[in-house]
């Protein structure tokens, strides 16, 4: 399996650009160019004879160089709009599970799903005050069209009339 990689990596928009083209070879990467380095250099030793051939050619190593702002920041102004931009709000349902005893605390679900981007907060307040005690989460999953999802789980003892959100 022989594989190549482009991969543009962004830091405050496009204040900062890292360009990295890797090669891989049965899964392995053997060989990069490093858009902060201006170079090729070997990941493995099968990599050293491609990283010192390339870097003694001045056409290859300027097509590389370029493709920092021909590539990545090109790719950057075009899909900002639909990536960088893009912000869709939660779905969020509150529910309790079923709790086989009256002694036991009542553990409520907090289903957060269906946003982008991936950065969310979510907090539990019992009648307008925060609550911390006894919250856990699952991790963020993806779901695969760009939105993610997510659980928090608070386990309570709720008294008449207290009002979750």
């Not at 405050?12 to 490093?34: A, H, P």
């Not at 993806?142 to 959100?165: H, K, S």
């Amino acid at each position: 399996l022989i594989q190549e990689k482009f991969q543009c990596l962004y830091t405050n928009g496009t204040e900062r650009i890292r360009y990295l083209y890797r090669n891989y070879w049965g899964r392995q990467e053997y060989v990069r160019f490093d858009s902060d380095r201006g170079l090729f250099e070997p990941v493995t030793e099968l990599g050293r004879p491609d990283a010192e051939r390339w870097n003694r050619q001045p056409d290859t190593l300027q097509y590389y160089r370029g493709a920092l702002e021909r590539f990545c920041r090109h790719n950057y102004g075009v899909s900002e709009s639909y990536t960088v931009q893009r912000q869709v709000g939660p779905r969020v349902k509150i529910s309790p599970t079923q709790s086989d005893s009256l002694h036991h605390p009542t553990l409520l679900v907090c289903s957060v799903t269906g946003f982008y981007p991936s950065e969310i907060e979510i907090k539990w307040f019992r009648n307008g005050q925060e609550e911390t005690a006894g919250a856990v989460s699952t991790e963020l999953l993806q779901n695969g069209d760009w939105t993610f999802q997510i659980l928090v789980m608070l386990e309570t003892a709720p008294q008449r009339g207290d009002v979750y959100t």
